[in-house]
């Protein structure tokens, strides 16, 4: 998250100040190689491509701030985030999709950055290139994995984003209801908040509100980004270039970039990006095909669904927008839960003599988002009155999830039952209403407008 929030602001503030005060931040840029001796490379399509690397780097970070923030403990040296920004061909619109940090991948044969072994070709969680073969294995791994040709690398550490944030006053973001996260120490009552660096570095970094994890975490990245990007358009500080120049050589003694991200390119970016707004602007995550996919050697990984992924990177190839051009229609308001649908694993039965009904609800649940079998049984009672969710009580949030799509039902426990929920179909049944995880703010298309995550 922080990679785009620094890329935002230089590149924006380009707009609005003259080449020479550009020109003299490329010494503030520490230059690295990520597409040395790089073949096979896929072909190039319209627009640009720039990955956005953050990494966990702290050095520069105080002993009293790192006690504040919870950043304590030793680096892993790997991605913190990963996330690719596509800009349209015209300059108009910009594209960012999220790639899960615990994505399986496949890493191409290469050379140990740290041991200097030669590795085959073997699976890992995406954040593990980086760690093993820095910025060139990070770029040939996300090529491979989404056949789009990267134009641009830019890596930024926890420095750069608290310094970034910080320069511009602080970053405002909105809740629907309480976020606590004892790991990261983020602690946000519901409500409207201006985050400070280290406040902002908290919210992108929480994995432990609700039981969405990176997903959840992905979503108030791109929150905070569209927030970041309604800041920059409209700050001050951009359109002072003695403000902006000294800004910039804060910011950028934290980052890092290919040979040929220099001040020209950044000019250029700027000025044809003079007009660009939040709703310029869309969000997405790869789809996912199995939450948990289990690897021997590495554990638990997320699997991209191979369709929908491939269908999102084509778009991206070919210069399309993400978000549908038509205008759909309003969907009715979603009830706030602790844990995401998608997370939620549900098998249906159907409890009532009512023919094909625990078809209807399964695919109702599943439209609403939740994880069902897609095979439905009938339970061994057909004169089920009152709908039942029963559920393994160390799933309870992920019950009341389910309960809460089901007005009406009843909660029964049944330990030992596991992950997944068993609905079994009542003949009061009614319908299915919609949830959704505070940060999740994507409709069917899985892609959001930047305007419509700031506060209103």
């Known amino acids: 998250m922080r990679v785009t929030t620094a890329f935002s602001v230089i590149v924006l503030g380009a707009a609005g100040i ?29 627009g640009l491509n720039i ?33 690719m920004v596509h800009l349209s061909e015209d300059r108009d619109r910009a594209s960012v999709v999220s790639l ?26 995406l954040n593990a290139a980086y760690a093993e073969g820095g910025p060139n294995l990070t770029v040939r791994t996300v090529e491979h994995m989404t056949k789009v040709k990267i134009d641009h690398y830019l890596e930024v550490d926890f420095t750069a984003f608290m310094k970034t944030v910080d320069v511009l006053g602080g970053v405002e973001i ?15 009552a519901a409500g409207r908040h201006r985050l400070n660096g280290g406040q902002a570095l908290q919210y992108v970094r929480s ?29 001050g500080v951009l359109l002072n270039p003695v403000k902006f120049r000294d800004m910039s050589r804060t910011v950028l003694g934290s980052v890092r970039a290919d040979r040929n991200f220099g001040s020209n390119e950044m000019l250029q970016l700027g000025h044809t990006m003079r007009s660009f707004t939040p709703a310029s602007s869309e969000f997405t995550s790869v789809p996912i095909g199995k939450m948990g996919y289990s690897v021997k050697g590495i554990g638990s990984t997320i699997k991209w669904d191979p369709e929908k992924s491939a269908k999102l990177f084509g778009a991206l190839r070919a210069d399309k927008p993400l ?8 969907k009715p308001k979603a009830t706030v839960v602790d844990v995401a649908p998608e997370q939620v694993r549900v098998q249906v039965s159907n409890g009532t003599a009512t023919a094909g009904l625990g078809g209807k609800v399964d695919q109702a649940l599943r439209g609403t988002g939740f994880r069902t079998t897609g095979t439905p049984d009938n339970a061994p009672k057909r004169d089920v009155k009152r709908t039942v969710v029963e559920y393994d009580p160390r799933w309870d949030r992920s019950a009341k999830t389910l309960a809460t799509a089901l007005p009406g039902s009843e909660l029964r426990k049944v330990k030992g039952r596991g992950p997944q929920m068993k609905v079994i179909v009542g003949t009061d049944y009614d319908g299915v209403n919609r949830v959704r995880a505070e940060d999740q703010q994507q409709g069917e298309s899985g892609v959001v407008t930047g305007d419509q995550v700031v506060c209103d």
């Open 100 to 125: 899960p940090r615990d994505s399986y991948a496949e890493l191409p044969a290469h050379t140990d950055q740290n041991s200097g072994e030669k590795h085959k070709p073997h699976p890992v969680k």
């Open 18 to 46: 003259g080449h020479a005060v550009v020109t003299s931040l490329d010494t503030g840029i520490s230059r690295v190689d990520p597409f040395k001796d790089m073949k096979n490379r896929p072909q190039a399509g319209h």
């Open 323 to 330: 978000t549908p051009l038509k205008k759909q229609k309003p």
């Open 207 to 235: 994995r432990h509100i609700g039981g969405d994890a990176d997903l959840g975490r992905m979503q108030r990245q791109q929150r905070f980004l569209a927030a970041v990007i309604a800041k920059a358009t409209s700050s």
């Open 51 to 83: 990955l956005l690397v953050g990494t966990d780097g702290r050095d520069k970070i105080s002993e009293q701030e790192r006690r504040k923030y919870r950043l304590g403990g030793a680096p892993c040296h790997c991605t913190d985030t990963v996330m």
């Open 174 to 188: 909105c809740t629907v209801r309480p976020l606590k996260d004892s790991h990261s120490g983020l602690d946000l």
